[in-house]
């Protein structure tokens, strides 16, 4: 079976080396949604406000919080990143928020945490936002999609 | 209805005003879940590996990351958190780990940020360190479960 | 003459103590522009981009940087911002965007800074995302227009 | 005419993606200034403090202030800066403090945001050790100076 | 014997809840050392360089990690720091520089480590200024002298 | 004599430019000990608390802190990097715990500062954790053991 990279042979936390690793382009797409009630929905996206201001504010915390992730996941790596886009969709007829969010890299080490992260920050910012209207919203799905580059190549989900 | 407080009339994003409030016990309480393969979990949870080591690390990301919560939510404020708990269980019949944060504070605003994102960044973190062995995992229900003190008063998650 | 309060009597920097001070509620209103030539300007306020975008990322930014004064500014002191309100203005005539800032606080020391970094992260963010059309902008008049509260009260700019 | 690289096709935005570009060496150059009361300027300036010490510290916050660029403005790329070096000038007669920054990378994209940033913290450095003799200063003429490599190979102020 | 506060009964970390806590004025003040070689020494404290520099850095390093202590100690809570003070002394006939940094709150939990990340961020400075003279210099004696305010009220170190 | 490599000819200080030097591969080892009574040692080391959890908690913020050296030493280069390993070990019949940190890059400049913040960060930690019971702890011996790779090449301590 697979090792948990992150522990050493003790069972401590390490940060693994990675320096023997080639640069390569790499990608992760990850997704996630934040259910809410139908009016706080229709609130946010049906131009009862300007309709792009929560979308706007949450795609770009989606892209600052990718750039934090070594600062909040405690054994990842640091890392320059190259390119994020994040996509906030409603559907109003499931009464959800989809965010998408891609990053890039040519490092050696992937950016699957950032994507993840991403998505994260993009769906407690529209909580943040939302939360006057509607306390119980969930955040669901956050999972990675698919993601490109590095010795294991590609991975996607099923 | 209600009004999205971190907009104002025209729709532009701003820090609300709180300094009016005065300064109340305040409680949020927040949950989680991250779900895996049935061999990713029992190799976390069943002794494997040192069995604290993962969970104690999810704990500890968890607190540091409540810590960062106005850093990573553009309109959040920046408060003084009093303390946090965070409880990691995993319930290996239902393939799952548990996330639930507790954030307590004595000031003008709530701590619900603070405790959805030290379930996010536990969340993440148990993702990055078990990712080597299962990349399906997803991190679902992730929600406010009760808020106390402020002019709102108790909410609780029905 | 007045002292030079963030350095001792040897000259040393110092955070200066205000623990002795009492908490009021205190208002801080800064300014500064954005010049740029007059089709940078009109591309981004006349519609050719999605009119609000430019601009709501650059409240954004100013919202969070006031949070990162402490941060930034080495004697300051960190503080729990109460509210932070950012206006971001073009006038066309003028070749230049305005951006108004006004940080509230029931603290014991100022928000003087924090209103002046607002001003100066909406309008750096202005320049990054204008700067593959005009490379030539400035950023020009930035100043405290007024504050209240404290042992020195009520400040205006002439 | 150019395109404002930080949206997309549809407003939205987005750090563009910098992966296929080069790495090459690149320099920045900013520059920006202080005005302040004569009075003001003669007491950080001409030895009634040690001389070195205002100007030191700012110095060194427009040092750090580069490196926490990618923190303030949001869609900038994070980046390893290789060098940065800021001079702090007084000018008496012009009742004035200048500021130049000199950043350089060996990097996918260019400095910049660094150049500016450095400056800017530089200065509001400067305002903050001074404002509790002369709250009216202003800080003025931010501009970039100079870019060196790159796609766009080098640029210079007229 | 008294308890481990950062441990529940469990073993498991948490950041205790102080919001019971009222608030008083405490301080702590902390000391620590960097020894090293009589020429590395001579070299920045005898007008070799501009005197004041490297310590008026390590001054100003002390008071900024100050400021960042509950993002680099986990399960420190995050409190606004009312001032902080940082004496750097050469000893030539001991070899050695002493640091000294006093941190002052009107809060509930105290700042001994404050106090100590300041010591420690300013001898880390100085290691980093004088390594390319000698790298075998050592930090010792980073401790706390004392602390006054809180319930346990004042303790000082023999 | 070799020069202060972080301050100019004139004593001001800059960050040096690294941009012409080659990346190679870099390691960097240091250590330091907390020093602290008998029964406080036996307390964290002798399982009266789970064992791992003192020594799990100070290597991760070890690691952590590794990731923030730039954020805390004005002069340091921002660098990416590769792992990091932090081992703790108690030695009861000194009444003192031992902590060794590497850090690894491949980069233009080297990871002493980085393993020096390592060492430090853990031991703050530890004292952070244990000041409930014996406030007079002291972190001794903080110094760099070794660094491989660069111009300057092996470097041991004797």
């Given at each position: 079976?697979?090792?948990?990279?992150?522990?050493?042979?003790?069972?401590?936390?390490?940060?693994?080396?990675?320096?023997?690793?080639?640069?390569?382009?790499?990608?992760?797409?990850?997704?996630?949604?934040?259910?809410?009630?139908?009016?706080?929905?229709?609130?946010?996206?049906?131009?009862?406000?300007?309709?792009?201001?929560?979308?706007?504010?949450?795609?770009?915390?989606?892209?600052?919080?990718?750039?934090?992730?070594?600062?909040?996941i405690p054994l990842c790596h640091p890392l320059p990143i190259d390119g994020v886009e994040v996509d906030v969709t409603p559907f109003a007829d499931q009464c959800l928020v989809r965010i998408q969010a891609t990053v890039r890299t040519h490092w050696r080490t992937g950016v699957e945490m950032e994507a993840l992260m991403a998505v994260n920050a993009a769906a407690l910012t529209i909580y943040d936002m939302v939360k006057s209207i509607d306390r119980g919203m969930s955040i669901d799905g956050v999972r990675l999609l698919e993601k490109r580059g590095g010795r294991s190549g590609t991975w996607k989900a099923k």
């Open positions: 079976m697979k090792k948990l990279t992150h522990l050493d042979e003790d069972g401590h936390p390490r940060m693994v080396n990675v320096g023997e690793k080639p640069n390569t382009n790499r990608v992760a797409v990850a997704e996630g949604v934040v259910r809410m009630s139908a009016p706080a929905l229709a609130r946010i996206a049906d131009g009862t406000v300007s309709k792009g201001d929560v979308f706007s504010i949450a795609r770009l915390a989606g892209i600052q919080g990718a750039k934090r992730t070594a600062d909040l």
